[in-house]
């Protein structure tokens, strides 16, 4: 029962370079969801994708891109990463619309950009 | 200002003893109320819920939402050092998945 997964488990950039972590749900969830975790903040959320076919901003989305490739998979990317960036990136995924109940999360990918 | 205060501790408890967690916010409009728990280098889950105000009670663990004083607390009883980890509060006014999470609590429990 693998639930939520994330691709790569652990990252190192340099600056400037561009890279894509991937998601992927196997609980049929219609929403998903990115979030970085950095010491002292908690958790914050950069995109979000209610159902297949449309993705919104959160509240830290500057630098990132998304892409709801179906309904399995959701995709960040980092076109031009800065050591700002630097964090741990965890994926959720959620039922949606009106039946919507508990956020499963990822186990995390751990991104260094020097 | 963050719209969820929480204190980042560490909070250190012998092994038998109440933990006691809480979490203020600053947005009215919170109506989910989460408490995660996420063990080190793992990713969060979800350890209790609270739709609106109200106490609710899940063997060891009682959580609690003022939402007229904005505060929610976490009481775990009879703590184990399993129980060690970091706790993090979560809210959102409209739905499960777009939260808005304290920074977290690390808690400690020592045998």
Known sequence: ?114 | QKEVEQDPGPLSVPEGAIVSLNCTYSNSAFQYFMWYRQYSRKGPELLMYTYSSGNKEDGRFTAQVDKSSKYISLFIRDSQPSDSATYLCAMSGDGWGKLQFGAGTQVVVTP
């Open chain 1, 1 to 114: 029962n693998a639930g939520v997964t994330q691709t790569p488990k652990f990252q190192v950039l340099k600056t400037g370079q561009s890279m894509t972590l991937q998601c992927a749900q196997d609980m049929n969830h219609n929403s998903m969801y990115w979030y970085r975790q950095d010491p002292g903040m908690g958790l914050r959320l950069i995109y979000y994708s209610a159902s297949e076919g449309t993705t919104d901003k959160g509240e830290v989305p500057n630098g990132y891109n998304v892409s709801r490739l179906n309904k399995r998979e959701f995709s960040l990317r980092l076109e031009s990463a800065a050591p700002s960036q630097t964090s741990v990136y965890f994926c959720a995924s959620s039922p949606g619309g009106g039946g919507d109940t508990e956020a499963f999360f990822g186990q995390g990918t751990r991104l260094t950009v020097v």
